[in-house]
Structures are given as structure tokens and as C-alpha cells.
């Protein structure tokens, strides 16, 4: 039934990671089935599994689910048309073959390395040997799990989360995109800010798991970027709160696409030039004062932007510069003792004219008389 490698008369004997890393992860049946096939060999015993099945007092389904086990985790390998035993990996071995493989779920990796952490401190000897760099000396793996459970307890406990199956998975899928604790720990500050503030309807997880998400969108998986963003984001707060004045808009009613086109005043792009918030709030008072906006009421963010942008294409740097590309050349009157008068009359021409002016309204006509 089985083919294998190495002389195995004698004594039934496993290794000890067997049954202290193997056994936990896989569970008794798994474990068991295993062993016996073991048996089954050194003593030549040609049995079927529905047999051992039977022996070891599992029903088809455990026995099954227990034989692909033994597949998942390499005790059992299939070559062809035959199956091989293979020994359990030593114990540095196995704990790098759990982290990276992809089929184990967090959930259980988690479990494991927590069990690793009580069973390799008092086994130090486990570490030594001709074998490769042991995965434990060079991974923080297993304190990272324990601050992880550490920030779970927290945030049941301080933000009355809802433990779930559910919320079990939303923070393996935070912990999967943010590995900052620094930034983490501002969520649950943040999260708890909101509930002693506002209040939340329901799990505030979902409140949290926002956060996560908007923080994803926009690049942040530090506390370094969340900081810089902030830093932002309150200069861009300062200018939204002034162009509403300005514009006569309410307090906060600017709309997501009003937002994004004042930000692209502030931080401009390849074809646009930054402006400043000062030039920025006196190009507004301009459009406003000189009457640019021909519609009812204040002008609309969307017609200020249209003439910001055409300003920033043509990089100006000062109140000035924006007059002189604004404003009509007609608007700059000169003095009137400098205007040059073209159509001027003399003093004769003028006395002809009040002549003739008189002889009209007397009902003559000059031509001819004397």
C-alpha cells in the first residue's frame, strides 16, 4: 500500500514534534491515523484504510478529512499511484513551512505560533544543530501575533466591539495591510474618540473599519503618513472654510468635487501652478468686486475655477499679476488732463455756428444777405 523510504523494523517510535507542534495544528485524528500507518508498515501489515478506519474507531468522514490533513501538512505525499510516509520536519522547519504557506488561514497560524512561543522557550536546544538559520532567531513573528491580541483585547474592551467570527476576520485584514502599531493604536483611539463623542449605532467596527479603508485609499500604512496627511488636510480645512465665506456658501456644503478642484489650486500639477491661500482668497474678492459672474447670487466654486486654472497656467506669482492678466486694459483709465482730444474747434468756427443758429430761429436764412 505504501512505499517508503529507510528500514523501519522494530519499535513503533515518532518524534516528539509529532505530537507537541503537529498534533496541536492538525488535531488527535489526524495525528493518530498517521501513527498507525506508521504501525502498519514497520510490522508489514497490509490493511485497508476503511480497516484502520475501523481500528482506530473513526467514521469514514473524520478518517477522510484526517488523511487529507496528513496530505496538507507533508506527513503523506502521493507519487503516481502509490502514497509515501514521510516523517514530520524538525521543528524550526515546520514553523517556517506554517508561516509561509498560504493554504494555512491566519486564524491558525495565529493559534500555532502562540503555542510555539510556550513550547520553544524551555527547549533552547531545538535551536542548535547543523540546520539552516533557525526561523524564530530572525522573525519577530510571534511577538507580532501577541500585540495583535493585545490591540484585539483593547478594542473589545475599550470600544465595545462585538466579538465575532466576523470581527475576527475584519482585524486579520487590518493587520494584513497595516503593520504600524503606532498607527494602528491611533485607530482605536480614534475609534474611541467618536463613540464618547457621537456615539455609534450598532458595532463601532464598522466605524473603525472605514477609517481603514479611507486610509488605504489615500496611501496611508504609517503613522509617518498618517501625520503628513493630517498636516494637509488642516491647511486644505483652513481654505475650504474660507472660500465658503467668501462664495457666501454655508459652513461646510462644499461637495467632494469642489474640494478636489481647491486642492489642485493649492498643490497644482504639471500644467498648473500652486497658488497660495492668500492669492487664492484675493483672485475670489477680484471676481466678486469687478463683476465677473453674470448668474444670480455669489459665483459658483466651478466658474472660480475655470478662471484660478487659466491663472495657474499662466504662473502668476502675485495680486498684481493677476490684475494685469484679469482685468480689461479700458478699466485702467488715465487722468483726463492727459487725454489727447482729436476733434477740437476754433474760436471762429464756433462763433459762425451760433449765427447761423440765430438767424434760424428767426425764419431767415443768412445765405445771401448782407
Not at 493554504?103 to 510556550?118: G, H, Q
Not at 472605514?210 to 503618513?225: A, F, R, S
Not at 464756433?350 to 444777405?369: F, V
Request: proline share 3%; charged share 30%; glycine share 4%.
Amino acid at each position: 500500500m505504501f512505499i517508503t523510504r529507510g528500514n523501519y523494523n522494530g519499535d513503533t517510535i515518532v518524534k516528539y514534534q509529532l505530537l507537541e507542534l503537529y498534533q496541536p495544528l492538525l488535531g488527535y485524528e489526524a495525528i493518530a491515523l498517521w501513527i498507525y500507518l506508521k504501525h502498519c508498515i514497520n510490522n508489514n501489515l497490509n490493511m485497508s484504510f476503511k480497516e484502520i478506519y475501523q481500528k482506530l474507531q473513526m467514521s469514514e468522514t473524520t478518517g477522510t478529512i484526517a488523511f487529507k490533513l496528513l496530505l496538507k501538512y507533508q506527513l503523506i505525499k502521493q507519487e503516481k499511484d502509490k502514497l509515501v510516509l514521510l516523517e514530520p520536519m524538525s521543528s524550526n522547519q515546520f514553523i517556517k513551512f506554517v508561516k509561509d504557506n498560504e493554504n494555512i488561514d491566519i486564524e491558525t497560524k495565529k493559534r500555532f505560533f502562540t503555542l510555539v512561543e510556550s513550547y520553544l522557550e524551555p527547549k533552547e536546544e531545538v535551536l542548535l544543530g547543523n540546520e539552516e538559520t533557525p526561523f524564530i532567531e530572525n522573525s519577530d513573528e510571534i511577538t507580532v501575533i501577541q500585540r495583535e491580541d493585545e490591540l484585539v483585547a483593547r478594542f473589545i474592551k475599550e470600544c465595545k466591539f462585538h466579538p465575532t467570527k466576523q470581527l475576527r476576520q475584519l482585524f486579520d485584514d487590518w493587520f494584513y495591510h497595516i503593520k504600524d502599531f503606532r498607527l494602528l493604536e491611533e485607530l482605536l483611539i480614534r475609534t474611541k474618540n467618536k463613540i464618547e463623542t457621537d456615539g455609534i449605532k450598532g458595532c463601532p467596527s464598522k466605524y473603525a473599519d472605514k477609517i481603514v479603508k479611507e486610509w488605504l485609499l489615500m496611501g496611508i500604512k504609517t503613522y509617518e503618513d498618517l501625520n503628513k496627511k493630517d498636516q494637509a488636510f488642516k491647511q486644505n480645512w483652513e481654505v475650504y472654510r474660507m472660500v465658503e465665506k467668501e462664495l457666501n456658501k454655508g459652513y461646510d456644503t462644499l461637495t467632494p468635487e469642489e474640494k478636489n478642484m481647491i486642492n489642485l489650486w493649492l498643490k497644482g500639477d504639471k500644467s498648473l501652478e500652486a497658488l497660495s491661500p492668500t492669492l487664492i482668497q484675493e483672485t475670489i474678492k477680484l471676481i466678486i468686486r469687478h463683476g465677473f459672474y453674470k448668474g444670480k447670487g455669489s459665483p459658483t466654486v466651478a466658474f472660480v475655477n475655470k478662471i484660478i486654472n487659466k491663472l495657474q497656467r499662466a504662473k502668476v506669482k502675485s495680486l498684481q499679476e493677476v490684475e494685469q492678466y484679469l482685468l480689461p486694459k479700458s478699466n485702467n483709465k488715465e487722468p483726463l488732463e492727459k487725454k489727447n482730444f482729436t476733434h477740437e474747434h476754433s474760436k471762429s468756427d464756433l462763433e459762425e455756428a451760433i449765427r447761423k443758429k440765430t438767424l434760424l430761429s428767426y425764419g431767415l436764412n443768412g445765405e445771401g444777405n448782407n
